[in-house]
């Protein structure tokens, strides 16, 4: 297996664990609201902050893995702007 080939499987498995993550941080947050309602008996205001809570807190980790995994990748349009073969036709004379 090339080196390619490895840095794409484990790209996709990273990829693969941000839903993992976004799903855990909002439905863990919104149990544990709706829990902590059911307790003291205050129904919608828990299970709404911590469900906001929840989805910051699935965005930021989102937002962390990307800068973690993926910090050393160079844009496509850079590298097809950079290469030689590609060069522009002269414009048309009107």
Same mark, same amino acid.
Not at 35 to 52: Q, R
Not at 72 to 80: A, G, Q, R
């Given at each position: ?25 909002? +439905? /863990?947050?919104?149990?544990? /609201? ?5 307790? +003291? /008996?205050?129904?919608?205001? +828990?299970?709404?902050? +911590?469900?906001?809570? /929840? ?30 073969? @590609?060069? @522009? ?6």
């Amino acid at each position: 297996m090339s080196r390619l080939d490895k840095k794409t499987l484990v790209q996709m498995g990273y990829a693969s664990s941000i839903g993992i993550a976004m799903v855990l941080a909002v +439905f /863990g947050s919104l149990y544990f /609201g709706h829990w902590l309602d059911k307790k +003291f /008996g205050t129904l919608p205001y +828990f299970t709404i902050i +911590f469900l906001l809570i /929840g989805v910051f807190a699935g965005f930021k980790n989102i937002y962390n893995l990307i800068l973690r995994n993926f910090k050393n990748e160079e844009p496509v349009i850079k590298s097809l702007k950079r290469e030689s073969h @590609r060069k @522009r036709p002269p414009p048309a004379k009107a």
